[in-house]
């Protein structure tokens, strides 16, 4: 059913797509009475739904960059791409997530680039935020502007296609269970996004996972290292700083490894392009994991909040032997009562936090104090390895 869906989307797109069948990534086409549009700016619904989009742009260069290799860079697509120079295709992407880079191999004076834009599911189109350039060593040409657009046919939504794995037991019987008789020296895990939108009890779920791999693989030291999600503001909806809070439940079992990567992620898109930080942080659990059996964290990790008077919190922290040290200027978040207050007067003592807040505030019995509590924060407390805190919701004690 999930090819069926697809080539059937995929057939139906080639087959009504006019700008495929007259041409439109020929230079020569006349798209003066095409509207304009950039790459930057948030689109008009028209251009979102689903359908075939072209997109073409005339671009002049310096002198200097004739006859050198040259990169596009053009961020995101949703959902899939054709790109052409002067009507030659160079690259094509099938699905939304990878970033658009694509190689010229010897660059002219001036030259057009086509754009052929698939969307199969609305909202489609490219994603504003992301840099759009021509790389040409380490000069960056904007490519932002000037670009003209026509759509080219127009489908109905894709039906959303049916995934076994995501019912009960579906990946475990086809992926794990083959597994059982074979030894590991660890088990990376990198997965959450897609429970961001109903986080309650995913912790419990977690520890029972890993807790079930142990035994499964009859490996009861088995080291279980995983990504704690990073910054990513795609999906309004999705509460991320709870599910992150959750994550930490699967350190209350041996042996495992939380990788905090707030800073490594795309605060728009869904999945990381900086895979190459995420792997040394890993890397870094590894060899810890063995030195702090009960639960390693890459980062300082808030273990409680302790009022000292009546306008004091003190944090404490666990620094799995590692100085931290924290920004000035910043805020942590003092939240009860439905409301937010920021606490911006704090300074740090070894390896505590102590912050004062007005003594005209009381502290109510549900009140908490958080730190980058949000889908797509940013880091201010930080270890000597330049790793970042993990995030936090404490209750004050």
Sequence with gaps: MISFIKIATKKLCEETDEGLHQSWQDPNLDDRD???????????????FPGTLWLRKILEISDEFIGKEGELRL?????????????KKIGNTDYKYPPRN??????????????????YNAPGGITHGKPHILLVGENRLDLNHGWKIRRSSTLPERHRAYFINYEPTGLYNGMI?????????????????????????YGLRFRELIESWQKLFKQPNLPFLYIQLPNCDTEKEADWARLREEQKEGLKISRTAMVVTIGDGEDDDLHPLNKKDVAHKLLNAYHNVKLFPNGYCTGPLAKEAI?????????????FGKK????????????????SYKIRDYRQVEEQIILEFPATLSLQPDVKIRYNWSNAPQAFIWNEEGYPASPFELNIQ
């Design 34 to 48: 095409w509207a304009e549009i950039s790459l930057s700016e948030t689109w008009n619904e028209k251009y979102t």
């Design 75 to 87: 961020g995101t697509m949703t959902d899939a791409d054709v790109i052409y120079i002067n009507g």
């Design 102 to 119: 694509y190689k010229i191999s010897k660059l002219t004076k001036s030259f057009t680039i086509a754009i052929r834009l698939k969307i």
């Design 177 to 201: 269970i083959p597994l059982q008789r074979l030894k590991f020296a660890a088990i990376l895990w990198y997965q959450g996004e897609s429970d961001a939108g109903s986080p309650q009890n």
């Design 307 to 319: 009022q000292a008077k009546k306008n004091v919190i003190i944090l404490s922290f666990e620094t």
């Design 324 to 339: 931290f040290s924290v920004e000035e200027n910043k805020a942590f978040e003092l939240f009860q009562g439905g409301h």
